[in-house]
């Protein structure tokens, strides 16, 4: 994040409010004065704004209820009435992001293709999913989750893992998901190209957004008998932070994936990284660069629930968005960034209960259950007075 455009609109402001101070003593002046300043706050205005959100998978266990879901494998009721309700916002987002899990799979090849294909197909099904598809203005990105990329499985000789590296998955997702990947993006080229080509990066005004996948395709070696997940292109990845960093046409910087970095378990109520499952193998290490790279946030799911927070007390914001569907959040929904002209950064979580009797039957608006803002801040580089713990329902 830098401040120059926010540095520059508070002088601006000042100067033009004292300008005649000395000499402006009457009443009638001072509310020239007040329409002035107010005058310009309403002249700042929305540069860019983005939408994200993960999870929206099913359970395995309701794969073949219909009152659920179709092929596809995603909660249908939720995708349906987030996708339309976005579509329904006075100032639609410039971009929607898809942060992995949209499907069940994690089985093998066979499915992770039948349920992506049908994933795609209801997507553009306009009558099903709203006209999100059909709007160019909204430019949709998605990146895969741990269920696009890996595989149930036990294995006597470890333990600690229950999912592994999915052989083939990489060129699957690219097969079917290559239109959710911006045509001007980076990319990583060389030997490492082909399990990589799910990270990359691109630029919109003066934002740049590295997309990560936090499961990159590191198979069986003599390290690994089985593979290993939760890895990620950090040498790249970083690079780029620190390019972006450095570009004087960048303002501010998001990194995104499906895993985060900071985890809490049930027994424990202190942000830590986790490098089993729940986040990645290089977390510790890339935290620190996105600190020293001033990042403004990474943007995450695969925890099933909405949290917000600061992990190192100031800096770099984590924000998990594993709201969209999954079973177990407190309320569905999504999370709106809009990069203001005065160089500040907003921040709005809009949300409805997952209040049904099942968590793929959410009560509709009309019974109810409305759509609400349940976080809005704004994303400060210094300490922020509040966060947003994260909250399941069973």
């Given at each position: ?22 000499e ?8 020239d ?17 983005f939408?994200?959100v ?6 395995r ?11 596809s494998?995603?909660?249908l ?27 069940l ?11 992506l ?15 999100m ?15 696009e ?13 229950s999912e ?18 911006p045509?001007?993006r980076?990319?990583?080229?060389g030997?490492d ?13 003066n ?19 089985h ?16 390019e ?14 499906h ?5 809490r378990?049930?027994l ?12 990645f193998?290089?977390s510790?290490?890339?935290w620190a ?8 946030a ?13 992990p190192?007390?100031?800096g770099t914001?984590?924000?998990i ?7 177990n ?12 002209s ?19 039957d ?10 609400i803002t349940?976080?809005?801040?704004t994303?400060i ?5 509040t ?8």
């Amino acid at each position: 994040m830098k401040l120059k455009q926010l540095s520059i609109f508070i002088i601006t402001a000042l100067f033009l409010a004292s300008c005649g101070g000395a000499e402006s003593t009457s009443e009638a002046d001072s509310s020239d004065s007040t329409a002035l300043n107010t005058d310009l706050i309403l002249t700042d205005s929305v540069l860019l704004s983005f939408a994200f959100v993960g999870c929206n998978r099913i359970d395995r266990k309701d794969t073949a209820n219909w009152a659920a879901t179709d092929s596809s494998s995603a909660n249908l009721n939720v995708l349906k009435r987030v996708m339309h309700e976005v579509m329904e916002l006075e100032r639609q987002p410039d971009l929607f992001f898809f942060l992995g899990d949209i499907v069940l799979a994690e089985t093998n090849l066979l499915r992770l293709n039948s349920e992506l294909d049908h994933w795609v197909k209801l997507y553009n099904d306009t009558a099903q999913t709203g006209p999100m598809s059909a709007t160019p203005a909204i430019e949709v990105v998605a990146v895969p989750g741990n269920h696009e990329m890996l595989t149930y499985a036990q294995y006597p000789d470890d333990t600690l893992h229950s999912e592994f590296p999915l052989a083939g998955s990489t060129e699957r997702w690219m097969h079917y998901m290559k239109d959710f990947m911006p045509t001007d993006r980076d990319f990583i080229t060389g030997p490492d190209s082909i399990n990589n080509q799910m990270t990359f990066s691109f630029v919109r005004g003066n934002v740049a957004f590295i997309m990560m996948n936090t499961d990159t395709y590191n198979g069986p070696s003599a390290e690994y008998a089985h593979g290993r997940e939760g890895l990620i292109a950090y040498d790249w990845i970083t690079a780029k932070t620190d390019e972006y960093h450095n570009d004087p046409r960048i303002d501010h910087i998001f990194v995104m994936g499906h895993k985060p970095a900071y985890t809490r378990s049930d027994l424990d109520t202190t942000l830590h990284f986790d490098t089993i499952h729940a986040g990645f193998m290089q977390s510790e290490k890339l935290w620190a660069q996105l600190m020293e790279d001033t990042v403004m946030a990474m943007l995450s799911a695969h925890a099933h629930t909405y949290s917000r927070n600061q992990p190192m007390g100031h800096g770099t914001y984590q924000v998990i968005a594993g709201n969209g569907g999954s079973k177990n959040p407190e309320f569905y929904g999504y999370t709106l960034v809009n990069i203001m002209s005065s160089g500040e950064v907003q921040l709005v979580s809009k949300g409805f209960d997952n209040d049904g009797k099942h968590y793929y039957d959410p009560l509709s608006a009309e019974e109810g259950n409305m759509t609400i803002t349940r976080d809005s801040t704004t994303l400060i580089w210094g300490e922020n007075s509040t966060s947003y713990k994260a909250t399941y329902k069973e």
